[in-house]
């Protein structure tokens, strides 16, 4: 008895174990690197990226955790292209450590199945913040024309107490600014 209940459940559990497909295989790859890369466990994530990148991926990354803070990672999807290929969208919440502004950026990853076991071959930006990966951020249009064009001193203009009806100088009256008529007193009992 104890050896047939032994064997059947050998059975169930190596069933579990052939039984997980391709894309899901792929996807749980894909997910376990992203954590791994997110919370700075580089050497687990070094292991499943392809010798021929793994130099510039090293290299992509290493302000991660340092100078970039990564917040969260979220798989977007995963898309198996061809045999032996797959593309894997993720989205990056990060913010730079001398600033506190969160920004995000969508990445896509390709993956390459080798022999079975799924290896990182490239990534890139495709939406959202630049710098990431240690590039210089573009400046935004606003950003260049608000530093091209002198910024002025702010107009100060004399101080109106109602009830009063006289002018109360500021420390600095705008001389371009017109005359301000004193408003009427109220004559409600």
Not at 65 to 84: C, M, N, Q, T, Y
Not at 121 to 148: I, K, Q, S, T, W
Not at 155 to 182: H, K, L, N, V, Y
Request: charged content about 30%; overall charge neutral; some cysteine.
């Amino acid at each position: 008895m104890r050896r047939t209940l032994a064997v059947a459940l050998s059975c169930v559990l190596l069933a579990g174990c052939l039984g997980q497909s391709r894309p899901a295989r792929m996807q749980e790859v894909a997910s376990d690197f992203n954590v791994n890369t997110r919370f700075g466990r580089t050497e687990l994530s070094v292991e499943r990226v392809a010798e021929s990148y793994r130099a510039s991926f090293v290299e992509r990354h290493k302000k991660w955790g340092g100078d970039i803070r990564i917040s969260e990672a979220d798989l977007g999807g995963v898309k198996l292209v061809g045999e032996s290929d797959a593309q894997v969208s993720v989205r990056f919440g990060w913010w730079r450590a001398d600033e506190g502004d969160l920004r995000v950026t969508v990445v896509r990853q390709t993956w390459r199945d080798k022999k079975g076991s799924w290896v990182l071959v490239g990534e890139e930006r495709v939406d959202g913040h630049e710098g990431l990966f240690g590039e210089a951020p573009a400046r935004p249009a606003a950003d260049v024309a608000r530093a091209a064009t002198p910024q002025k001193k702010p107009a100060r203009f004399a101080t109106i107490r109602i009830g009063e009806g006289r002018e109360q100088p500021d420390e600095e009256i705008d001389e371009s600014a017109p005359p301000t008529i004193p408003l009427p007193r109220s004559t409600a009992p």
